[in-house]
């Protein structure tokens, strides 16, 4: 009889898997924690609803990626500095011919950053990478060269897909984002998120932030499938991939 999600001795080692990549871009992971409510946060911070076991996660998944991929907003509320990981994980990476951290990679259409931040001061190895839109003024660009590498994608925004096709040409074969909300629902609008992996934490009654903002429903529902399922006292760690077929289930009445 097979051991339980929860009773094996390494509850989270099916996120170690080896992804496909799909083709001219990297496969994208998007790690997210939410309360019962939906909520992401707390006096606009994640981290009361984050445990032991949700860090460790969390930990794990930056270990796997090539890149880490947050929106500028995210950086700014949780005060995001250079990516870290512990020794063992960065002794892996290296014996494995990769860096021993994954850069951060900030997405700002206006690059309106705090430069003065410990992110832009020149201690990051890897250096961390902005993707930002031909509109951006060329004096905010020149800036935000002196403080990361800049790679621009679309014009007078974002292009995801661009952008994402540009860290496939740098070797980016795993990509993991953080969000925050407007830029996941991005993603999963473009049809380019992958792998979603939620912690649902029980607790109730956090910040009206929710973990997809937009301001009108997409053209078409996107559908997941379920394939992984970790319980850990009052937690649950799912893990979500998007289905290809375009085959939607929706809730049929009783």
Do not use: K
Request: aromatic letters at 4%.
């Amino acid at each position: 009889m097979s051991a339980r999600p929860d009773e094996h001795p390494d509850p989270f080692a099916g996120y170690d898997a080896t992804r496909p990549r799909p083709v001219g871009r990297p496969w994208l992971i998007a790690n997210m924690v939410a309360g019962l409510d939906g909520s992401l946060a707390w006096n606009g911070r994640v981290g009361a609803l984050s445990s032991e076991a949700d860090r460790s996660l969390f930990v794990r998944l930056r270990g796997l990626a090539d890149a880490v991929l947050v929106g500028a907003g995210t950086v700014r509320a949780e005060g995001y500095g250079p990516v870290t990981l512990p020794e063992q994980r960065r002794a892996e990476r290296v014996a494995s011919g990769r860096p021993a951290v994954p850069p951060l990679v900030v997405v700002s259409r206006s690059l309106d950053l705090d430069w003065a931040a410990p992110l832009w001061d020149g201690s990051a190895d890897p250096a961390p990478i902005v993707l930002t839109a031909c509109s951006a003024p060329a004096a905010a660009q020149a800036r935000a060269g002196e403080h990361a590498e800049v790679l621009v994608a679309g014009d007078a925004s974002v292009d995801l897909a661009l952008a994402l096709r540009l860290l496939a040409e740098r070797g980016m074969a795993t990509v993991l984002t953080e969000g925050g909300p407007t830029l996941l629902d991005e993603l999963v609008g473009a049809g380019l998120l992958d792998e979603l992996c939620l912690t649902l934490t029980p607790v109730f009654g956090g910040d009206p932030l929710t973990m997809a903002h937009r301001p009108a429903a997409l053209a078409d529902l996107r559908s997941f499938t379920l394939d992984g399922v970790v319980r850990r006292d009052d937690e649950i760690f799912l893990r979500y991939l998007l289905r290809r077929d375009g085959a939607h289930h929706p809730r049929s009445d009783p």
